[in-house]
């Protein structure tokens, strides 16, 4: 969360500001995280209504594992059933890397729609480990027409899905009535 978001609690938008705020709380500094995983030449597939979700590519430390011999991670952060269609994997309860079979496919839309009741937004967490030159030298391959990048269109690991409340601005009660 803290090297896919942009921004800090007074300059972003609402669902990163929530995620910001849920880091915080966690005891995480999201600034240092930035400063560690970031490399200089970010790269960064920002969100937008038609791709639904938010990429940023963090680079590994030395000691860090990966699934190849290449330092660079892709997290994608965005609307549950979005990213969720792009996992192969998850992570279980200690955090181990988990096949996605449909009987916990089948979880995590209850999950899903549990939350929705609940009328909150749903944002889901993942992961995938890069190969050297996957989806181009930068990664930022797309398939002509396509506003998905290569390395977003699939194998990703979900680490979690949230639940956001979203708070009525102090305008919407004049505003519907």
Same mark, same amino acid.
């Given at each position: =969360?803290s090297?896919?978001?942009?921004?800090?609690?007074?300059?972003a938008?609402?669902t990163?500001?929530?995620?910001?705020?849920?880091i915080?709380?966690?005891?995480?500094?999201f600034?240092?995280?930035?400063?560690?995983?970031?490399?200089k030449? &970010?790269?960064?597939?920002?969100?937008?209504?038609?791709?639904?979700? =938010?990429?940023?590519?963090? *680079?590994l *430390?030395?000691d860090e *594992?990966?699934?190849?011999?290449?330092?660079?991670? !892709?997290?994608?952060k965005?609307?549950?059933?979005?990213? %969720?269609?792009?996992?192969?994997?998850?992570?279980?309860?200690?955090?181990?890397?988990?096949v %996605?079979?449909?009987?916990? /496919?089948?979880? =995590?839309? /209850?999950? &899903?729609?549990?939350?929705?009741?609940?009328?909150?937004?749903?944002i889901?967490?993942?992961?995938?480990? %890069?190969? *050297?030159?996957?989806?181009?030298p !930068?990664?930022?391959?797309?398939?002509?027409?396509?506003?998905?990048?290569?390395?977003?269109?699939?194998? %990703?690991? !979900?680490?979690? &899905?949230?639940?956001?409340?979203?708070?009525?601005r102090?305008?919407?009660?004049?505003?519907?009535?």
């Amino acid at each position: =969360m803290s090297c896919n978001t942009t921004g800090n609690v007074k300059d972003a938008g609402a669902t990163e500001i929530a995620m910001i705020k849920f880091i915080t709380r966690c005891d995480v500094d999201f600034q240092f995280m930035r400063q560690k995983y970031l490399p200089k030449d &970010i790269i960064r597939f920002q969100f937008d209504s038609s791709r639904k979700r =938010m990429s940023t590519v963090v *680079e590994l *430390e030395e000691d860090e *594992e990966s699934e190849y011999d290449y330092p660079f991670r !892709l997290h994608t952060k965005g609307a549950s059933e979005i990213v %969720l269609a792009t996992c192969s994997h998850y992570l279980d309860f200690d955090g181990k890397k988990q096949v %996605l079979d449909a009987k916990m /496919l089948e979880n =995590m839309d /209850l999950i &899903i729609k549990s939350y929705a009741k609940e009328a909150l937004r749903t944002i889901a967490f993942a992961y995938k480990d %890069l190969m *050297e030159d996957e989806g181009g030298p !930068l990664h930022e391959e797309k398939e002509e027409g396509s506003k998905i990048y290569k390395i977003e269109e699939g194998g %990703l690991t !979900l680490i979690a &899905i949230a639940g956001i409340k979203d708070i009525i601005r102090d305008e919407v009660p004049d505003a519907v009535a």
